[in-house]
């Protein structure tokens, strides 16, 4: 059984502060790391897709990195904002393996 | 980007019922989608792989005789708990692969509630 998992459990974080958070994985047969947010009563929304150690991937305020040498990545919110307020899952694929083990994820809330 | 729709969002049965769970890609073909349940403040767990065409490859300890998977179309998979019973309350979601690619995409989720 894959053990991946995410810290902290919840966090709130006031308007305008940056935060991030972390995801631990299996640093042998790695093959991807998926970072997906879930809004409450909405599908989760594919993040990012990390194959590479050393991957440094960015959307908007939103960016992620990798470490499979040492199984950690870290997702960074820059200047939070009352709709970043979600869950943050992460997922790890091992390689010759389709399927995704998911940590209990982030439950980010922004405090206006 | 690819939409997954699944539907009921939420359902309420008794007990000894069975209870039908759709999940549609709605913009792609998805040869491969996937069915995951949730317990309150667990992770998603993997339930099965559903193949178009072919047999659903179910994860350990989940019953294939109770959870149901057919796959009879590239754009629709369907989810049937049989015989419902008050455990199998949870919630249910589902996912489409696209083609040449790892990358998910996720339903909004059927919250099932067994009376």
Known sequence: ?????????????????????????PSSNFYALHWYRWETAKSPEALFVMTLNG?????????????????????????????????????????GNEKLTFGTGTRLTIIP | GAVVSQHPSRVICKSGTSVKIECRSLDFQATTMF???????QSLMLMATSNEGSKATYEQ??????????????????????SAHPEDSSFYICSARVPAGYEQYFGPGTRLTVT
Do not use: M
């Open chain 2, 61 to 82: 300890g989940v019953e294939k005789d109770k959870f149901l998977i057919n796959h009879a179309s590239l754009t629709l998979s369907t989810l049937t708990v049989t």
């Open chain 1, 1 to 25: 059984i894959l053990n991946v998992e995410q810290s902290p459990q919840s966090l709130h974080v006031q308007e305008g502060d940056s935060t991030n958070f972390t995801c631990s994985f």
């Open chain 2, 35 to 41: 069915w995951y349940r949730q317990f309150p403040k």
């Open chain 1, 55 to 95: 991957d440094e991937k960015k959307k908007g305020r939103i960016s992620a990195t990798l470490n499979t040498k040492e199984g950690y990545s870290y997702l960074y919110i820059k200047g939070s904002q009352p709709e970043d307020s979600a869950t943050y899952l992460c997922a790890f694929i091992d390689f």
